[in-house]
């Protein structure tokens, strides 16, 4: 005769008070219950993370065997940026260089237009792959009329980049060719944020919406056309949370989600569907990154693994990786997150090693930082493979 256990699997929460809660869940995921209530024999059902199962080849060759640095796919195809690397990487694994940015060990953004255009803001400056991309055709632009890049989004075919320490944005395009090519750049298209006191450290195009991120508040702009510069602040609409870790920052198509840090303090996370942020972590996980020496360099990404949306998040300085489950949380209503991690030569639990992901070729590709001794490495993931 079975004996059902309330409560048995859950999700990880463990505050400082160790009578009051322990419960921790690594390297598994809940599956709410959505049959009938007739039916109902259990409330979640756990299963295990996906592993890291080989795509390319192993190990890394060089010059590609630094830690990755980005991932993107565009139109099959798929680009990423391996230490000052940049290559294309092909459905059999194979790595094609495509040139070398300056690197600065820290995340890159990669950006794609409608010409086919992928943009990649590293170490402060700007390079284009072209759409015809072939080893040896990326584009470094000048800093003459272009003024630098700390983050880039893209929306309406403009590439929308923040200017590094500053309050201020520049778009693509010049007087010749208003907008399309990545390439070109005037410094008069640019526009200074007068309601942002404090520096813009990140920028995301979601739902034809441009929204600039600062560390203690946030804005909303969007393209409004007409004959002058395109784009204007959205109802004036200011939201007074800003960002902690710009790498967060990430869209999960219906909202945005990323840690936040306003006025009065920061490690909370926040997901906005509305322009109204609302708090998704909850007082055990607060907890956790509140013992971190720091949340800036959080870098995260989401993926749907087998009908359930993640957002997974690794603190490389506090070696240490969470998941928050966006769809069993809607389910039953209350806030679920997992930790993640990976055993290392000294059989010791640290953060993933995967930091970028890309859907590509049908498969779930991630890139390795290199703790898991594979710097470069693109893997899958794979519900067979548990490392």
């Given at each position: 005769m079975s004996v059902n256990f309330d409560g048995f699997i859950g999700p990880s929460y463990l505050l400082d008070n160790k009578y009051a809660s322990v419960e921790r869940l690594v390297n598994w995921y809940l599956v709410a219950n959505e049959a009938s209530s007739e039916e109902k024999k259990f409330t979640y059902a756990a299963f295990p993370m996906p592993g890291n199962a080989q795509f390319c080849e192993l190990p890394v060759p060089n010059p590609f065997n630094f830690p990755n640095r980005g991932l993107i796919e565009l139109r099959g195809r798929v680009f990423g940026v391996n230490g000052p690397t940049v290559f294309e990487l092909t459905s059999a694994g194979v790595f094609v260089n495509v040139g070398a940015v300056t690197n600065d060990d820290e995340p890159c953004n990669m950006v794609a237009n409608g010409n086919g255009q992928?943009?990649?803001?590293?170490?402060?400056?700007?390079?284009?792959?072209?759409?015809?991309?072939?080893?040896?055709?990326?584009?470094?632009?000048?800093?003459?009329?272009?003024l630098g890049a700390s983050y880039a989004t893209m929306q309406d075919n403009y590439i929308i980049v923040t200017t590094p320490d500053s309050n201020q944005f520049q778009i693509s395009g010049d007087t010749g060719t208003p907008i399309g090519d990545a390439t070109l750049w005037d410094a008069t298209f640019i526009q200074q944020l007068s309601g942002q006191a404090d520096y813009l450290r990140a920028v995301i195009s979601s739902r034809e919406y441009v929204r600039f991120m600062g560390a203690r508040r946030s804005q909303v702009w969007q393209d409004v056309g007409g004959s002058g510069f395109p784009f204007s602040g959205y109802n004036q609409t200011f939201i007074e949370t800003g960002i902690g870790?710009?790498?967060?920052?990430?869209?999960?198509?219906?909202?945005?989600i990323w840690i936040g840090e306003d006025q009065r303090g920061s490690r909370a996370c926040w997901k906005d569907p509305a322009f109204s942020p609302k708090r998704?972590?909850?007082?055990?996980?607060?907890?956790?990154?509140?013992?971190?020496?720091?949340?800036?360099?959080?870098?995260?990404?989401?993926?749907?693994?087998?009908?359930?949306?993640?957002?997974?998040?690794?603190?490389?300085?506090?070696?240490?990786t969470w998941v928050y489950d966006v769809t069993t949380s809607e389910l039953v209503q209350r806030h679920i997150w997992y930790e993640r991690s990976h055993m290392d030569v000294n059989r010791d639990l640290i953060a993933r090693p995967e930091?970028?992901?890309?859907?590509?070729?049908?498969?779930?590709?991630?890139?390795?930082?290199?703790?898991?001794?594979l710097p470069g490495a693109i893997h899958q993931y794979d519900s067979g493979r548990v490392t």
């Amino acid at each position: 005769m079975s004996v059902n256990f309330d409560g048995f699997i859950g999700p990880s929460y463990l505050l400082d008070n160790k009578y009051a809660s322990v419960e921790r869940l690594v390297n598994w995921y809940l599956v709410a219950n959505e049959a009938s209530s007739e039916e109902k024999k259990f409330t979640y059902a756990a299963f295990p993370m996906p592993g890291n199962a080989q795509f390319c080849e192993l190990p890394v060759p060089n010059p590609f065997n630094f830690p990755n640095r980005g991932l993107i796919e565009l139109r099959g195809r798929v680009f990423g940026v391996n230490g000052p690397t940049v290559f294309e990487l092909t459905s059999a694994g194979v790595f094609v260089n495509v040139g070398a940015v300056t690197n600065d060990d820290e995340p890159c953004n990669m950006v794609a237009n409608g010409n086919g255009q992928i943009f990649i803001a590293s170490a402060g400056q700007g390079y284009v792959i072209p759409a015809a991309a072939g080893a040896g055709s990326l584009i470094s632009i000048p800093i003459l009329e272009f003024l630098g890049a700390s983050y880039a989004t893209m929306q309406d075919n403009y590439i929308i980049v923040t200017t590094p320490d500053s309050n201020q944005f520049q778009i693509s395009g010049d007087t010749g060719t208003p907008i399309g090519d990545a390439t070109l750049w005037d410094a008069t298209f640019i526009q200074q944020l007068s309601g942002q006191a404090d520096y813009l450290r990140a920028v995301i195009s979601s739902r034809e919406y441009v929204r600039f991120m600062g560390a203690r508040r946030s804005q909303v702009w969007q393209d409004v056309g007409g004959s002058g510069f395109p784009f204007s602040g959205y109802n004036q609409t200011f939201i007074e949370t800003g960002i902690g870790a710009a790498f967060s920052l990430t869209d999960l198509g219906d909202s945005l989600i990323w840690i936040g840090e306003d006025q009065r303090g920061s490690r909370a996370c926040w997901k906005d569907p509305a322009f109204s942020p609302k708090r998704v972590s909850n007082s055990a996980v607060e907890q956790a990154w509140q013992g971190y020496e720091t949340i800036a360099d959080a870098v995260a990404f989401s993926y749907i693994w087998k009908g359930n949306l993640l957002w997974q998040v690794t603190f490389p300085t506090a070696n240490r990786t969470w998941v928050y489950d966006v769809t069993t949380s809607e389910l039953v209503q209350r806030h679920i997150w997992y930790e993640r991690s990976h055993m290392d030569v000294n059989r010791d639990l640290i953060a993933r090693p995967e930091r970028f992901h890309c859907y590509a070729f049908g498969l779930h590709l991630v890139g390795s930082c290199g703790t898991d001794g594979l710097p470069g490495a693109i893997h899958q993931y794979d519900s067979g493979r548990v490392t």
